[in-house]
Every structure is written in C-alpha cells, then in structure tokens.
C-alpha cells in the first residue's frame, strides 16, 4: 500500500518507456532539457550550469506571454542515473519555493520517475498546487514523455495524465460503461450520444457529438483494439458522416484521419487512480496531417482537460 502523503508534500510518479540512462541525460543535458522542460508554450535558456552538490543551474523560464521568469536552482544531491535533489523557484532577489526530490529506477527498459516537492507548510502546499494547475506546469512531465518517445523511436505523439480520487475499477467503468463516459468525455461545449456502442476487444462504437447551441454535429467512430481490465485500453477514433463514412474533422480539414489512442490506468493508492493518455496520427498519414497534429499539441491540452474537468465533475456528482 502506498505511504499516504504528508501534508506538506506534492508526490508525481511517471513510468516513461526509455531506458533510466535516457531519462536521466534528458533531465541533465541542457540541449536536452530545452526541448521538453516547463508547461506546454513555454521555452527555457540556459545561461549556465553545474551538476554537482553545490552546483547551481542558471537559467530563464519564457512563458507565451512574453514575461520571463529567473531561475537558480541549487542541487544538494547528484547520484548519477539514480537520484537528485536540488531547491526550484529561487533566485538572487527570491528565495527558493521548495525542495524536490527525484527518484530514477529502471524496470524491464522502462525508467520510473518518483519526484517529492516539499514545500515549508500545508498552506504553501495548496498555493503550489493552485499556481501549477493555473499554469498547466503538470504537461512538463507529458513533454518529457513525448521527447523520449521521439528520441526512442522517432515517433510523435501526445501525453496528458491526470490523477483522480477513485478506485481502479471505478475509473475503468467509467471509460468503458457508455452510460458513463458519454456525460464527460466530449469536448466542453458538446454532448455525446452513441447509436452503438460495443465496448470490448474487436468492438466499436459509433456516435455524434451535437454542440450545446446544436449548430455543429459531428459524428465518429472508434473500434477497440485491447480491452484489458482494469489497466489499459487501445483503440482507434475516426471522424464519419451521419452514415459512418468516414469523413475529416470538420474544423481541421488537415487533422489525420485516424487517431490512436492508449488509456492506462495506474493505482496511486487504494482510492487513487492516475489516468495516462497517449494519442497518436495512426496508419497513413501524410506530412502535412503530421505537421497539424504537432502544432494542436496545446489545444489537445485543452481539450483532454476540459473533458478531465468534467469527469472529476461527474465522479463528485455520482
């Protein structure tokens, strides 16, 4: 069982499907570490940097807003492949916000990422949580997972989490009951309705998604490659007309025609349950479907946490 949190921690774990030297060169290379660290839309510069116990790494956070934010992070501890503890969000005029802690572990070529933010009271903890939220800063370790993916295999593709307060097999209901997953997953401002729905290994669903004003409909299909209770779902999405031909979104004539997506279900604790979602062009697609998939990256954000708002609405609610 779990050690439930003290209330001064904020716990994340990832697994990512890289190997632990991977892992740990990305969090360390600053080249590397440019191409993946902050929350979606934010870039980094590196003005300096020391691994070392006493060490500082000097650099400047950029949001898309155009306001920079300083940063000089001291590391207290460097274990190399294995572990890392340093001081975020301080600076010469600031002291720093928190310590973090971060745990590599490596499992059958998967590296385990276990990270603490300790913070100096409860209260601090909750505007920690409130600033991270606002500033979607949890995307930074779906941006390391997308990175690796890329150098692994060079595929691209999308990760969102989110971690909701629920039993596993609460959660895997809710994925794969259509009674429940039509109240949430359509984007906000949609409802779902299904003409069918066959929720198992080989089975499919079609569906339309009316706009709450019923000035757009749009319809879709999904055949379900793995079925796995309680951990995983795979299946495949396309956009159909009235009569399931497929068709293309109707807002994004470039979109790729078919979507892979990938649910994994993960027990936090007895009654948490972390949700990882990875979605990729699939089949056929050409360079220019690619290019429109890499750029959307910020409004599948968007979009997947709007549809996670209303679940997290929908489990209080039950």
Do not use: C
């Amino acid at each position: 069982m779990a050690a439930a949190n003290k209330p001064n921690e904020i716990k994340i774990t990832r697994i990512y499907d890289a190997p632990v030297k991977l892992v740990w060169e990305a969090w360390t290379d600053p080249e590397q570490v440019a191409k993946w660290w902050g929350p979606r839309g934010f870039t980094i510069t590196t003005h300096s940097k020391e691994l070392k116990v006493g060490g500082i790494w000097h650099y400047t956070m950029h949001g898309p807003d155009g306001v920079d934010y300083p940063n000089k992070t001291l590391y207290f501890e460097v274990e190399p492949y294995a572990k890392l503890v340093y001081d975020h969000g301080g600076y010469d005029e600031r002291a720093p916000l928190f310590r973090v802690t971060v745990l590599f572990s490596e499992s059958k070529g998967k590296t385990k990422m276990d990270m603490t933010m300790t913070l100096p009271t409860p209260e601090a903890l909750e505007e920690t949580r409130r600033i991270i939220k606002n500033a979607g800063g949890n995307s930074t370790w779906d941006r390391l997972a997308e990175y690796l993916q890329k150098k692994t295999n060079g595929k691209e593709n999308f990760v969102i989490n989110r971690s909701f307060n629920v039993s596993l097999d609460l959660m895997f209901e809710m994925w794969t009951n259509p009674d429940h997953f039509s109240k949430w997953l359509a984007p906000t401002g949609f409802k779902m309705n299904f003409f069918k729905a066959d929720i198992r290994s080989g089975g499919k669903t079609f569906y339309s998604m009316p706009s709450d004003d019923g000035k757009i409909v749009m319809y879709g299909r999904a055949e379900y490659i793995k079925v796995e209770k309680p951990h995983t779902l795979i299946y495949t999405q396309q956009f159909t007309d009235q009569n399931e031909n497929i068709s293309r979104h109707p807002m994004a004539p470039t979109w790729p025609e078919t979507m892979l997506t990938t649910v994994v279900f993960t027990a936090d604790g007895p009654e948490q349950t972390r949700v990882t979602i990875t979605w990729e062009p699939y089949g056929s697609v050409t360079p220019e479907e690619l290019e429109t998939f890499i750029k959307a990256r910020g409004g599948m954000t968007q979009g997947w946490t709007g549809s996670f708002d209303k679940l997290e609405e929908y489990l209080e609610n039950l």
